[in-house]
């Protein structure tokens, strides 16, 4: 049973154009969500979050949207750089615990 | 500042031998998890501890894994037997307590089971 889904395994933008990346889940218990970024041969690293009492969150070129309603997130990245080509775990978790309940991840590959 | 440190990077064993994979958290966190990652279920949660103690270890697949966490500092995920499904990137992670604390990777053990 997949609680966060990620339906997308792979993404391809242009550089410069944005990058939209998408993620829903099903508990309704979740009420903070993350989004990490992979290189290969590297472990994941933290790239912005946002809290479900918020529905935008924004860090440089990097926005987390939130439709609590949907049940869904999306990462936009603008402009997208061939530097971003990495694979995107989108997470989710509830603040009062500890377990974190990951995506499959979408490859993202952006051309120059 | 040190990440997470994860031995070996890379293990090539035959079928049925003992694995251990090792993990250093970060100074001063007190939440450890280890992950397996495929490409058929992607990142999924084998187990978490807190403050050394394991909280949840519903997610490990069967009794031939087992992990520990004797202190703060070190980590270990045993796999005895070991089997090919059992191939896979283990990732090892920590943060501070609380759900809404980012985690932090280490770079991961790629094992290969022949």
């Known amino acids: 049973d997949q609680q966060v889904k990620q339906n997308s395994p792979s993404l391809s933008v242009q550089e410069g154009r944005i990058s939209i990346l998408n993620c829903d889940y099903t508990?309704?218990?979740?009420?903070?969500f993350l989004w990490y970024k992979k290189y290969p041969a590297e472990g994941p690293t933290f790239l912005i979050s946002?809290?479900?009492?918020?529905d935008k969150n924004e860090d440089g070129r990097f926005t987390v949207f939130l439709n609590k309603s949907a049940k869904h997130l999306s990462l936009h990245i603008v402009p997208s750089q061939p530097g971003d080509s990495a694979v995107y775990f989108c997470?989710?978790?509830?603040?009062?615990?500890?377990?974190?309940?990951f995506g499959a991840g979408t490859r993202l590959f952006v051309k120059a | 500042d040190a990440g997470v440190i994860q031995s070996p990077r890379h293990e090539v064993t035959e079928m049925g031998q003992e694995v251990t994979l090792r993990c250093k958290p970060i100074s001063g966190h007190n939440s450890l998890f280890w992950y397996r990652q495929t490409m058929m279920r992607g990142l999924e949660l084998l187990i978490y501890?807190?403050?050394?103690?394991?909280?949840?270890d519903s997610g490990m697949p069967e009794d031939r894994f087992s992990a520990k966490m004797p202190n703060a500092s070190f980590s270990t995920l045993k796999i005895q037997p070991s089997e090919p499904r059992d191939s896979a990137v283990y990732f090892c992670?920590?943060?501070?307590?609380?759900?809404?604390?980012?985690?932090?990777f280490g770079d991961g053990t790629r094992l290969s089971i022949l």
């Open positions: 946002i809290s479900s009492i918020k």
């Open positions: 997470a989710a978790t509830n603040t009062g615990g500890f377990k974190t309940i």
């Open positions: 508990n309704s218990m979740f009420d903070y």
């Open positions: 501890f807190n403050n050394n103690v394991p909280i949840d």
């Open positions: 992670a920590s943060s501070f307590a609380g759900g809404n604390q980012p985690q932090h």
